[in-house]
């Protein structure tokens, strides 16, 4: 396997999978351009610009590339030239979007493009064809959803890097330095344990922890904090690791302390209530209910979790709402929370796979109320 991708066999079946998701869907054909999608179907990290990369894949025939000339050496990485695959270069002055439709026979044929695609591909493709495309997350969310072995294997090792930075996370915690100062040594942290970049870094510090998307500011850290620590990474290759863990400076005070328990309580049971067959909102109702019952649920304002892979949030969604029987494969954070505006919050969060008769939790810190200590 090349650092950057899995083995060209790998992109091979999902090919063919895909195409036949295709045929079953009633579509003559996806057309994907850069972003996540084209990434899982063929290994390449190609980005969108003004001029037209995608992949053409026909529900019966062969896929074909379609890049300007001066991008071709965005696909070297990819496993586009181990799969045989032709590629049709263009140049400036050519219509790639006639390209495209030449590639599957003219006329109006039902197609699908990936969601990412932008307007500015879009339309002048819907001229080429005749027909406005529908969407392709139809057909591409049953194939990222539920995970093959390879996928699982990088996010378990994802998830052990994160879970390394977690452990360090306390040393950062000092008083009088700013919630900027700690997420940028996380970073760093990141990077050092063996992710290839950092997805994201939240530091939510006392009232800032009430605030889910907070992000992190000046703001100094004090003895007595509530700290939200939530962090994610790119492991190679491109595999997403989300991982929230609480702290407080200093011993909590007694309320904190047992509003936290009732919210590891509520984790605990929604990680419990994962097996196949098992839907998405019945997880998600899991944790509410422990909350409700505590009279907390109000306090509780996102969904239980997301999906986890090439993006850090994809399908299956744990929310409410969300009719989705779980599936062996599947993968997804499991992380309520609370939240008291201009107080403090916390978050318990790990990344999950269900499997045949349950869930294997990718991550493993302590779930407890971290206390760090201040006598230093």
């Known amino acids: 396997m090349d650092a950057d991708r899995f083995d060209a066999s790998v992109y ?30 063929c290994g390449s990290r190609a980005q969108t610009f003004e001029r037209l990369t995608a992949l053409v894949l026909p529900a019966a025939g062969d896929p074909m590339v379609v890049v300007p000339r001066l991008e071709l ?28 439709g030449t590639a599957l026979g003219g006329g109006r044929v039902a197609t699908a493009v990936t969601d990412s695609m932008p307007a500015l591909h879009l339309l002048p493709l819907a001229g080429a064809l005749g027909v406005l495309p529908v969407l392709a997350t139809g057909v591409m969310r049953g194939l990222r959803m ?33 919630e900027a100062d700690v997420a940028a040594d996380i970073s760093e942290a990141i990077v050092a344990e063996g992710h290839s970049d950092v997805a994201f870094v939240i530091v939510g510090s006392g009232p800032h922890g009430a605030d889910p998307h907070h992000g992190y500011s000046d703001r100094e850290l ?66 509410r209910e422990v909350l409700a019952e505590a009279g907390l649920a109000e306090y509780f304002v996102h969904r239980t979790g997301h999906g986890i892979g090439l ?35 916390a978050r318990i969060e790990d990344i999950v796979v269900v499997t045949a008769d349950g869930a294997l939790a990718v991550n493993h810190r302590p779930h407890e109320l971290i206390v760090v200590p201040v006598s230093r």
């Open 311 to 345: 993006s850090v949030h994809e399908e299956p969604y744990i929310v409410a709402g969300n009719d989705l029987p779980l599936t062996e494969g599947m993968a997804f954070s499991i992380e309520p929370g609370i939240y008291f505006p201009g107080r403090w919050g």
């Open 222 to 287: 004090r003895v007595g904090d509530i700290v939200v620590v939530d962090i994610g990474g790119v492991y190679e290759p491109g595999y997403h690791s989300d991982c929230t863990r609480t702290y407080s400076i200093g011993d909590p005070e007694p309320e904190v302390a047992q509003r936290y328990s009732v919210l590891e309580r509520a984790q605990r049971a929604a990680l419990d209530a994962v097996r196949p067959g098992v839907s998405a909102e019945q997880v998600d109702a899991a944790a």
């Open 73 to 100: 050496a965005a696909l070297k990485g990819s496993a586009i030239t181990e799969l045989g695959l032709a590629v049709r270069d263009w140049v400036d002055g050519d219509d790639p979007y006639a390209l495209v």
């Open 146 to 178: 539920v995970k093959e072995a390879c996928e699982i294997d990088a996010l378990r090792k994802a998830g052990t890097a994160i879970d390394r930075v977690h452990a360090r996370v306390p040393e950062f915690l000092v008083p009088g330095r700013t």
């Open 12 to 41: 091979a079946r999902r090919l063919a999978a895909a195409a036949a998701a295709t045929a079953d869907a009633g579509l003559d054909a996806l057309v994907i351009t850069p972003g996540y999608d084209l990434r899982y179907l």
